[in-house]
């Protein structure tokens, strides 16, 4: 089956080249790209990725120029771990090390953040689904200077991000840092406002807590995500009772 004809026009319209046939398309494309876009929902066309299975995902992702960030980024960067995997955490943006090496949060953040799921067990390597997390941004390519992503930004690329969360299916989200949240939530409140309680995104429970750069600059701060971290492990436990 190939791409029906609402999902290349919404593509086309968020900057993805797209061919109806691909044949017609100058890259050899993979095999799972045209034999796996049909839609799984009757409202699929609610979101320019909807339907996508996790090949065209990446294929769109990688093949995206929506925005300007397109034009410096050195590559995209997708996400990472268990596809089914029970926690989902949402980062930012990538930074230069991210950039260079398509995997998000590989940089200093990356390495409090990856011994901050140590501490609950979890892992971005192999595991059982429990005891591992995909990791994924808000942003896909990495913003000049790493500064703030812009609005647009964040609007033109939110569909993959959904589109990821529907995939994976996680049981907890881990929102972190202010545009995690703008995003998930569409939330301008500060991180410390809506930490400490459970929100909800697309019915999965979702934690706020602070993004690991933040915590990077402000350590006293750390004892907070700690309890962020359990009472996401806790409210996981709770919900699978
Ligand atoms: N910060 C993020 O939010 N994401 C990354 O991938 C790296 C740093």
Not at 120 to 129: D, F, K
Not at 148 to 171: D, G, H, M, S, T
Request: charged residues 25%; positive net charge.
């Amino acid at each position: 089956m190939g791409w029906s004809e609402r999902q290349i026009a919404m593509l086309r319209e968020i900057g993805v080249r797209v061919w109806a046939r691909p044949e017609e398309a100058p890259i050899a494309l993979p095999v799972a790209f045209e034999a796996s876009v049909a839609p799984t929902r009757s409202d699929a066309a609610a979101s320019p990725a909807s339907g996508l299975d996790w090949p065209a995902l990446r294929v769109a992702v990688a093949a995206c120029t929506a925005c300007k960030l397109c034009e410096t980024r050195r590559q995209t960067v997708f996400g990472v771990g268990n596809a089914r995997a029970h926690w989902m955490i949402v980062g930012e943006a990538p930074g230069e090390q991210e950039d260079r090496q398509g995997e998000p949060f590989v940089g200093k953040s990356g390495q409090l953040l990856d011994n901050m799921l140590r501490a609950v067990s979890l892992t971005r390597g192999e595991a059982e689904p429990g005891r591992q997390a995909y990791i994924a941004n808000t942003l896909k390519c990495r913003p000049p200077g790493n500064r703030n992503p812009l609005p647009e930004e964040l609007a033109k690329c939110e569909a993959f991000l959904i589109r990821q969360v529907e995939l994976v299916q996680p049981k907890i989200i881990l929102a972190m840092g202010a545009f995690a949240v703008q995003s998930l939530l569409r939330s301008t409140e500060p991180v410390g406002k809506l930490r400490g309680r459970v929100h909800r995104y697309q019915g999965v429970p979702l934690i706020v807590t602070y993004h690991p750069a933040y915590l990077l600059r402000n350590l006293v701060d750390k004892a907070k995500a700690w309890d962020d971290l359990c009472l996401a492990a806790e409210t996981l436990r709770e919900s699978s009772r």
